[in-house]
């Protein structure tokens, strides 16, 4: 069974700090891992993905993969009240279906 | 806005009713994929499209039919649902072109209600 396990939250976080969300994945296979994220009512947005391990920087985010511990955290800094949102983390062995957690619900508070 | 576009927005529908959903991409992406999501949970994946041809059917009760009429299109047909079938329906594409790290992007979406 392939599965990806996150924390549901809340995680609640003030303005301004680092948030800090994780995901953690069954299958070694895995190659590529995803975050989305979703506000409510509405589908889910890609943030950023990452293959390799090491750090991904783009903006405010920062995907960090590691694949001896079979790890993927999403660093979001300076967040914001607009960051509040579930965020979806997803695996994919390739040429196989995306696998998705169960989506960590963020809540940045003014 | 999403390079991936549903329609419609939202679709009321009774029991007895034919209805169908709709999904177009032009991005030449070559897999075409079909969820299922309910409030609070992560999407569930119903049918995937690989190069117009359907890899896989995740036991879907027969009621849901999809249908690639070529690489943009992607619909929906729904006969006979029932109220637990009201969700948001996601269709996203992926480019699978074999390259590792290829995402989905996702359409905005169907909200569907039965009554």
């Known amino acids: 069974q392939k599965e990806v396990e996150q924390n549901s939250g809340p995680l609640s976080v003030p303005e301004g700090a680092i948030a800090s969300l994780n995901c953690t994945y069954s299958d070694r296979g895995s190659q590529s891992f995803f975050w989305y994220r979703q506000y409510s009512g509405k589908s889910p947005e890609l943030i950023m993905f990452?293959?390799?391990?090491g750090d991904k920087e783009d903006g405010r985010f920062t995907a960090q993969l590691n694949k001896a511990s079979q790890y993927v955290s999403l660093l979001i800094r300076d967040s914001q009240p607009s960051d509040s949102a579930t965020y979806l983390c997803?695996?994919?062995?390739?040429?196989?279906?995306?696998?998705f957690g169960p989506g960590t619900r963020l809540s940045v508070l003014p | 806005d999403t390079e991936v576009t549903q329609t419609p927005k939202h679709l009321v529908m009774g029991m007895t009713n034919k209805k169908s959903l709709k999904c177009e991409q032009h991005?030449?992406?070559?897999?075409m994929y079909w969820y299922k999501q309910k409030a609070k949970k992560p999407p569930e994946l119903m049918f995937v499209?690989?190069?117009?041809?359907?890899?896989i059917n995740e036991s879907v009760p027969s009621r849901f039919s999809p249908e690639c009429p070529n690489s943009s299109l992607l619909n929906l047909h729904l006969h006979a649902l029932q109220p637990e079938d009201s969700a948001l329906y996601l269709c996203?594409?992926?480019?699978?072109?074999?390259?590792?790290?290829?995402?989905?992007?996702f359409g905005d979406g169907t909200r569907l209600s039965i009554l």
């Open positions: 991005m030449g992406h070559r897999a």
């Open positions: 499209y690989s190069y117009e041809k359907l890899s």
């Open positions: 996203a594409s992926s480019q699978d072109g074999g390259q590792v790290g290829q995402p989905q992007h």
């Open positions: 990452i293959y390799s391990n």
């Open positions: 997803a695996g994919r062995v390739y040429g196989q279906n995306f696998v």
